[in-house]
């Protein structure tokens, strides 16, 4: 995914940051797999494809898990 600020929109529906109210984000994917991420593998969410989009402001981190896609 290209590091790209801009707006996100999740089911449609404009992303906004919960913190600073702002509409511009970058995002990157992660996958989730042991590690530093030991706890979320234990919650059954290895091998799952994490978005995170970023907001350019503020910094503040929206994870939006979903299957792998194929
Ligand atoms: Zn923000």
């Known amino acids: 995914?290209?590091?790209e600020v801009g707006k996100r929109y999740i089911e449609g529906k404009e992303l906004k940051c919960p913190v600073c109210g702002r509409d511009q984000f970058w995002s990157r994917h992660t996958i989730l797999q042991g590690g530093r991420l030991q706890l979320l593998f234990e919650?059954?969410?290895a091998g799952?494809?994490?978005e995170n989009h970023?907001?350019?402001s503020c910094?503040?981190?929206s994870w939006f898990l979903k299957p792998l896609k194929r």
């Open 43 to 45: 919650l059954g969410w």
């Open 48 to 50: 799952k494809n994490a």
């Open 1 to 3: 995914m290209a590091i």
């Open 54 to 56: 970023v907001c350019a």
């Open 59 to 61: 910094g503040h981190v």
